[in-house]
C-alpha cells in the first residue's frame, strides 16, 4: 500500500481585506513551549518564534483580568474573582497533533526551533509514535489561574518611536510586526500512556473496551474497577510505556505516585489534585500567549498577519516528527536484527524504506526553509508599502534597505525581496493576511504491522502467587529468546543475593531465564530488569510495575 502525505496544494495566498475602524485586529495565540522568547509584552517576528527581539513595547503594569479564590498570590490590577476549578479528562490520542493540544504545546514555535534554529527543539517523536499498531491515551488534569494583561498606558519605547520614523523595514527588523498582548498562567499535569506492537485483531477489542468505559464514567467506584479492566487488558496486548509531562510546579519529580500507581483512575486523579492544589500562580506556567499587531502603536504600518505561515510551520513539524519517529523505529530493528533474527529480504525492505523516509525529511525540511523564505519577502514588501500585485506587472520593483536585518538574514531578503511574482497592496487601513500552503508531498511503501517486530527480542511473562505461599507473597518471570545470553534484576531495595545472575536454561530452540523473587515492604517497585543478548546489546525489561494486593 502507497500513503501519500500532502500539506496543501495551493500556491500563495494573499488577501487583503478593508479595516472599517482604526484598532488593529487580534494577531493570533500561541500555546506553551518550554525555551519560548515570548512573555507579556515582548514584540516578535511570527516568521523567527525562536528569535527574541529587542524591547519596543513600555507599559506600566501588568493586569490580571481574573483572580481566582485562594490562588491570587502575585497577582496585579484588578479584575473579577472566580472560583479556581481544575479540569481532568481523559482521552485517545490517535495524532501527534492531538498529543500536542492536550500538553498544551506549540507546534509552530517547535517548528520554528526545531527548522531554522541549531538549539533544542520541543520533540516527543522518540517516546510516541502513532502507527498502527499502537493504542494511547491521556490522563489529564488543567487549572486555569488568570489572564493578564499589559495596561492601557502600553506604547512604542522611544527608541523604537525614533527607528520607526527613520525607516519602516528598520523598525521590522528589531520590533517584528507582533506583540503579546495578553497571557494565560496555568498548570498542567498529564500522564501518556502508549502500548506498543498491538495485533489488529487486539487494536479492536482495546478501541470497544475504552469506549465502553468511558461512557460507563472512569471517576469514582464502578468507573475506576472499569478502568482497572481496560488497562489490565492493555498490559497483555503489548508493551505498555508511561509518560508524565508536567507544566507548572516543581516537575515531574513530585509525582511519583502517578507512576506506582497507574492502573487505579482515582489514584491518578487524587495524586494530579493534590499537585494542583498545592500551586499558586508563581508556580504557574504561561500555557497561552494573546498576541496582537504592532500596527496598533504604530498606525501608519500595515496589519501584516501570518496566522497561515505558523499553521503550516506546525504541521511540518508535526510530521516531521512523525516521519522521524517512524524512521528511528526501523534504525533500531535493523541494528539489532541479529537479537531479531530477521531475515536478508525484510532486512532489506526496513532499509528501503529508511532511506525513502530521509528523502522526504530532507524535502520537508527544505519546504519549511522556503516556506519561511516566501513570507519574508511578502512581509518585507508589504512593510515597503510595495504596489506589485504579480508577475505580470510593468511596476519597478522595490529595494530593501538589507543592513537594518541580521548578517544571516540579509542576503536571503535581498534575494527574495525584488523578485516579482508575489507582492501586495497595503494603505493605513488595511489588513493583510499573507501566507504560503507550502506545498509537501511525498510517497512511500506501507510496512504492514504483521512484518514488524516486537519491540523487544524477548518474551517476558510474569506473574504473582499471594495464595498458595501465604502470608508470604512472591513474584515469577520467564523471559525467553534463542539470543539471551543474562539477566539482571536493576532495581534498588532488591535483597543482593537476588541480584545474581539467574541461570540461562536451554527450551528447545529458545532458552529461558526464570526469576523468583519475594515481596516485602524492602522492594520498590517498579520491579526492572536489564536482559543482555549474545550481541552485547542489552535491553530494559519490566517485570512487575506495583504490588499485588
Known amino acids: 500500500m ?66 481566582y479564590k485562594g490562588n491570587d ?20 490520542i490517535k495524532s501527534r497533533e492531538s498529543l500536542y493540544k492536550h500538553l498544551n504545546i506549540s507546534a509552530s514555535i517547535s517548528g520554528s526551533y526545531g527548522f531554522f534554529s541549531g538549539s533544542g527543539s520541543f520533540e ?47 523598525f521590522e527588523a528589531r520590533c517584528g510586526t507582533e506583540y503579546v498582548s495578553q497571557i494565560t498562567r496555568a498548570a498542567l499535569v498529564a500522564v501518556v500512556y502508549t502500548v506498543k506492537n498491538v495485533a489488529q485483531s487486539e487494536m479492536q477489542r482495546l478501541e470497544a473496551q475504552f469506549k465502553a ?10 468507573g475506576g474497577a472499569s478502568y482497572k479492566s481496560f488497562f489490565e487488558s492493555a498490559k497483555q496486548v503489548g508493551t505498555m510505556e508511561v509518560h508524565v509531562y508536567a507544566l507548572g510546579g516543581d516537575g515531574v519529580t513530585s509525582l511519583s505516585d502517578l507512576v506506582t500507581s497507574t492502573d487505579d483512575i482515582n489514584k491518578v486523579r487524587q495524586a494530579m489534585k493534590k499537585y494542583l492544589d498545592n500551586l499558586t500562580v508563581d508556580k504557574s506556567a504561561v500555557t497561552e500567549y494573546l498576541t496582537g499587531s504592532l500596527k496598533q502603536f504604530a498606525p501608519n504600518l500595515p496589519d501584516v498577519v501570518l496566522d497561515t505561515y505558523n499553521r503550516r510551520i ?36 526496513y532499509k528501503d524504506r529508511i532511506s525513502e523516509l530521509s528523502k522526504s525529511l530532507v524535502e520537508l525540511e527544505d519546504t519549511a526553509r522556503q516556506c519561511r523564505l516566501i513570507n519574508q519577502r511578502v512581509k518585507i514588501q508589504a512593510m515597503l508599502g510595495a504596489v506589485r500585485l504579480d508577475k505580470e506587472t510593468s511596476l519597478p520593483s522595490t529595494k530593501v534597505d538589507a543592513e537594518n536585518y541580521p548578517p544571516q538574514q540579509q542576503m536571503n531578503l535581498l534575494s527574495v525581496a525584488n523578485q516579482s511574482d508575489v507582492s501586495i497592496v497595503s494603505n493605513d487601513n488595511t489588513q493583510i493576511n499573507i501566507g504560503t500552503d507550502c506545498p ?46 543474562s539477566v539482571r534484576l536493576i532495581d534498588s531495595g532488591v535483597p543482593p543475593l537476588t541480584l545474581a ?24 517497585f517498579p520491579i526492572r530488569a536489564i536482559v543482555t543478548m549474545r550481541s552485547g546489546r542489552m535491553y530494559p525489561a519490566l517485570l512487575l510495575d506495583s504490588m499485588p494486593r
Do not use: H
Not at 510474569?462 to 545470553?485: C, E, H, L, Q
Open 2 to 67: 502507497t500513503t501519500i502525505l500532502s500539506i496543501a496544494r495551493n500556491a500563495l495566498v494573499v488577501s487583503v481585506a478593508s479595516i472599517v475602524c482604526n484598532a488593529a485586529a487580534l494577531a493570533g495565540t500561541y500555546a506553551y513551549f518550554p525555551n519560548s522568547p515570548l512573555f507579556l509584552g515582548a514584540n516578535f517576528d511570527p516568521t523567527a518564534l525562536n528569535e527574541a527581539r529587542l524591547p519596543c513595547i513600555q507599559f506600566t503594569t501588568e493586569i490580571q483580568r481574573e483572580k
Open 213 to 222: 468505559s468511558y461512557d460507563t464514567g472512569f471517576w469514582g467506584v464502578e
Open 501 to 524: 545472575t539467574p541461570p540461562v536454561v536451554p527450551e528447545g530452540n529458545d532458552v529461558r531465564v526464570a526469576v523468583k523473587l519475594e515481596l516485602d515492604n524492602s522492594i520498590t
Open 440 to 485: 509537501f508531498n511525498a510517497s512511500y511503501t506501507d510496512i504492514s504491522p504483521e512484518l514488524l517486530p516486537p519491540p523487544y527480542p524477548f518474551s517476558i511473562d510474569s506473574w504473582t502467587d499471594t495464595f498458595g505461599t501465604a502470608p508470604k507473597k512472591y513474584m515469577f518471570s520467564v523471559i525467553r529468546s534463542p539470543k539471551i545470553s
Open 314 to 349: 506546525g504541521e511540518l513539524w508535526l510530521l516531521r516528527e512523525d516521519l522521524l519517529a517512524e524512521r528511528q523505529r526501523l534504525v533500531s530493528f535493523v541494528r539489532a536484527s541479529a537479537d531479531y533474527s530477521i531475515d536478508a529480504n525484510t532486512l532489506k525492505m
Open 124 to 170: 516527543l517523536e522518540s517516546e510516541n509514535t502513532f502507527g498502527s499498531d499502537s493504542f494511547t491515551w491521556i490522563v489529564r488534569a488543567y487549572t486555569k489561574f488568570g489572564d493578564f494583561g499589559i495596561d492601557e498606558t502600553a506604547t512604542l519605547n522611544p527608541t523604537a518611536s525614533q527607528i520607526l520614523k527613520r525607516s519602516r523595514t528598520a
Open 73 to 92: 498570590n502575585g497577582a496585579r490590577g484588578g479584575g473579577t474573582v472566580s472560583p479556581r476549578q481544575t479540569q481532568f479528562d481523559l482521552s485517545q
